[in-house]
């Protein structure tokens, strides 16, 4: 798969020249969101930069705390995983790194990715980020982009895309949860 759409709402970016489609799945409902991001995790290592593309609406934020959850380790209801809606960046001590969670919806100025420390963060955290389109198309060559959609159609569910850089790492270790989480 190569051809990308491009995004159904204007706030949101294409991808970077190079950036392709690799596969694309249902989720048909809350708690598909929620076993994908379970299965996800085990392949994340330190340096891994996941942009977190849809609308509002869309399950950016479940997924990432879904995501956070199963990194460290705990159960739903246990703990709180705040919003960065407004801090634009919240991070977390996990096993093997730090965990960044961050929503660029605000962000002013991509430049402020670097007095964020997320530019920094990406080199050797697991970085989640809400609302990449705010730095695109400066996306991170190390990072691979989820997008979530709404389809005509589709009431209840979202449809999960992976688009990733030739040559992702992280896109083929993505790859088999996406096809079966
Ligand atoms: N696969 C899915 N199908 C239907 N609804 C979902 C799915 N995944 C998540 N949701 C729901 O979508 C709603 C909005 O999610 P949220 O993560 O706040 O969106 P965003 O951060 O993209 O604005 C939540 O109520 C969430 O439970
Ligand atoms: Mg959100």
Not at 6 to 13: I, R, V
Not at 24 to 34: F, H, K, Q
Not at 115 to 123: C, F, N, R, T, V
């Amino acid at each position: 798969m190569t051809a990308i759409a491009p995004p159904s709402d204007p706030d949101l970016a294409t991808p970077p020249p190079g950036w392709t489609a690799r596969s694309s799945r249902l989720l048909s409902g809350p708690a598909a969101t929620d076993a994908l991001a379970r299965a996800v995790a085990p392949r994340l290592a330190p340096g891994d930069t996941l942009l977190l593309q849809g609308q509002l609406g869309a399950g950016k934020s479940h997924f990432a705390r879904a995501l956070i959850r199963a990194l460290l380790g705990i159960e739903e209801g246990q703990g709180e995983i705040p919003s960065p809606t407004f801090t634009l960046v919240q991070s977390y001590d996990g096993a093997g790194s730090e965990i960044w969670h961050a929503d660029l919806y605000r962000l002013s100025d991509p430049q402020e990715i670097v007095e964020l420390g997320l530019d920094i963060a990406m080199d050797d955290a697991i970085c989640l980020i809400e609302w990449p389109d705010r730095i695109a198309p400066d996306w991170p060559a190390r990072a691979v982009c989820l997008r979530l959609e709404t389809l005509p159609g589709l009431h209840e569910g979202r449809e999960a895309t992976l688009i990733a850089p030739e040559g992702s790492d992280l896109a083929r270790r993505l790859l088999a949860p996406m096809i079966r989480p």
